[in-house]
């Protein structure tokens, strides 16, 4: 009997499309000539650390070339990150003074935008608007731009002259931005949808807020003519009030707001956590103001002075005007002071003696109530007071600079009307308060429009708004383990 010797079968080749996920990228590496064997994977391995070795060598190369740190460099970059987390944290106290003073059931919504608006704010910012604001003059004195992102770099003349790093700079200017957005929620409240605020807030930071900012802070028509807000109350403020404003018509006042042309109270549901809001808000503002000096001088105390003697003031004329309109002191009023006399300031914190600051809170906190008062009486439904705040305040402490303002950082001399400037100063902060108010109202309706169009409307449905924005947009409640009042 003849048996014939088969050959065993020979094994067959694995291919690369035949190969599961998990061992398709081992066999995608063996058909790389010359990581077959064990010996040229270890060398393959390598080439990580030689890259990670070769950029330590790079960045040390760099950092020989460097002078040696000096306590003015360190000094001023600590303390403009120390003003950066401030203004940051300021966040929190726009979303409880929002919170607390709405509706229960529009709790989430409320604390949701104020959370997810910084995060937008700082990309969109990064990605174009810190160059926009900060770039390269494209039309003399009104539009700037350097490409995308901005560099980090840090040069030997920075340190050797004590300048801010890039990166410090710009994370102090994306807090301003994320502020500015901010503002608009509280305008808005109770009634707009999640996602086409989402999409407003970016082209806020992205675009509009950038442009009118560089007529300023980056050398514009504005600086050139003399404008002064040294930390916003119309850059930053006003800009924002606007931009809500303008939403806040659009959308029309919520429902139950006016019955018979008559402005209802729709009171908040948690005036605990709007007080410590507005401490809160006290507290970052020390990193807004005095932090816009961008460096630890002698001047840095002086507008943290003048900052909180406006606040006293504007605590103190809203509770006495409240006390005598409606005859008890009104807490409400009482935190809307606090946050007027800090707006009415942000603009001549640097400008103002402090008998001056303290006056110019007063006014503020005496203009936010009837400012309340006089947006209800037009049918506008504002839920936080907050174009009385930073529209109608920010307006007031930019023309106080031209009323009773000094250069004190300079010369010394009045620059007022009744501090011997004559009328120049009030002139331009004028047109200067009434550029960012037309600028922000055009593009601001532009955008609330043409977003409105291609979403299909920017205000929820009628039940959602009665069932309230936490279930129909996020589905959740604040205050799960509470029975609802219908507040």
Known sequence: MTIAMHSPPKRRKSRL???????GPALLLKNIRGLSSRKSLMWFACVPLALMGLGLFNLSAHAAEMPELNAAFLANNLWLLVATILVIFMNAGFAMVEAGMCRQKN????LAKNLFVFALAVTAYWFVGYSIMYGDPIAAGWLFFS???????VTPEVISEGGLVPTVDFLFQAAFAGTAATIVSGLVAERVKFGEFVVFSLILTAFIYPISGSWQWNGGWLSEAGFIDFAGSSIVHSVGAWAGLVGAMLLGPRIGKFVDGKAQAMPGHNMAIATLGALILWIGWYGFNPGSQLAMDQWVPYVAVTTTLAAAGGAIGATIIS????GKPDLTMIINGILAGLVSITAGCANLTMSGSWLAGLVGGVIVVFAVSALDSLGIDDPVGAF????VCGIWGTLVIGLWGYDIQGSGAGIGLFTGGLFDQLRIQFVGCAAYAIWTVVTCFIAWKVIGTFFGGIRVTESEEISGLDIGEHGMEAYPDFASSGN
């Open 147 to 153: 490409g995308l992102f901005f560099d980090p770099t």
């Open 323 to 326: 006390t005598i309109t409606s």
């Open 388 to 391: 009385s705040v930073h529209g």
């Open 17 to 23: 499309q035949d190969a599961s996920l998990l061992n």
């Open 107 to 110: 709790a989430v919504n409320i």
